[in-house]
């Protein structure tokens, strides 16, 4: 059964601090992993993308890494605004299936405060 | 170039009841995905459809639960004789074409309540 796991569920920090968000994997093997944001209320917006073979992506101030030999990922947030709070979500898209049937794990639910 | 759009945002609906909820996608894309988020719940597939094709609905419920995408017009997905469990978030998205690189861009989602 493919699984998307993460980490922290939920997590509070300063303003301007900065974080990091886990995702651990089973779905093998994979096309591509894709962290998104999705506000209260709102569709899940893409972060970033990152094949099998990437090792790290960078959009603006969110930086994913992976590790395909543990079938992990990290999404870290520098300099953490107000506006960064919402939930997180990695979704593994697998090989085969033709693309459609993407895995989402169950989100990390990030609030940023003063 | 608006994104995808659906409606309506807020559905409320009586046991029994149907409920149809619709999916434009962005301009240009012709392939269309259902998914749907219950509380505390990840995004699961439920249907993924092509102008006037259903490709996959592996996902979908068999009974009360369809799903079209006609040559003209949104998509639907249709739940009939709804029940409280049905009570939900219900995503579109859609992409240009199929293929597992190819982004699909999610809409705002129709809040299904079941009263």
């Known amino acids: 059964k493919n699984q998307v796991e993460q980490s922290p569920q939920s997590l509070i920090i300063l303003e301007g601090k900065n974080c990091t968000l886990q995702?651990?994997?089973?779905?093998?093997?994979?096309?591509?992993l894709r962290w998104y944001k999705q506000d209260t209320g709102r569709g899940p917006v893409s972060l970033t993308i990152?094949?099998?073979?990437?090792n790290t992506k960078s959009n603006g101030r969110y930086t994913a890494t992976l590790d395909a030999d543990t079938k992990q990922s990290s999404l870290h947030i520098t300099a953490s605004q107000l506006s960064d709070s919402a939930s997180y979500i990695c979704v593994v898209t697998p090989l085969t299936g033709g693309g459609n049937k993407l895995t989402f794990g169950t989100g990390t639910q990030l609030k940023v405060e003063l | 170039n608006a994104g995808v759009m659906q409606n309506p945002r807020h559905l409320v609906r009586r046991r029994g009841q149907e409920a149809r909820l619709r999916c434009s996608p962005m301009?240009?894309?012709?392939?269309v995905y259902w998914y749907r988020q219950l509380p505390e719940e990840g995004l699961k597939f439920m249907v993924y459809?092509?102008?006037?094709?259903?490709?996959?609905e592996s996902g979908m419920p068999k009974e009360r639960f369809s799903a079209e995408f006609p040559k003209e017009g949104p998509s639907i997905l249709r739940i009939q004789q709804v029940v409280r469990g049905d009570s939900a978030a219900y995503f579109c998205a859609s992409s240009p074409s199929q293929g597992v690189g190819n982004e699909q861009f999610f809409g705002p989602g129709t809040r299904l309540t079941v009263l």
């Open positions: 995702c651990n994997y089973t779905v093998s093997p994979f096309s591509n």
């Open positions: 990152m094949t099998f073979s990437e």
């Open positions: 301009k240009g894309h012709s392939h």
């Open positions: 459809l092509q102008k006037e094709n259903i490709i996959d």
